[in-house]
């Protein structure tokens, strides 16, 4: 793929790109907050569960 190609596909697409309404923005936006705070709170009890079974064992020897 040559760069001129790659050019006309960019110029192609850009035209094609369309500015999303209210409605669509709030709700991507709300789906990328609830995407974050999904992948948070896993690495929250990831961490959490990693403090309890490293400090029980630490206690024993």
Known sequence: MGIQSF????ARTLKLAVK???TELLLSIKISLL???AV???GFVI???SFAIGG???GST
């Open 7 to 10: 050019l006309s596909q960019c």
């Open 20 to 22: 999303p309404g209210r």
């Open 35 to 37: 995407g974050i705070g």
């Open 40 to 42: 948070g709170l896993i």
């Open 47 to 49: 961490k959490l569960l």
């Open 56 to 58: 029980a064992t630490a």
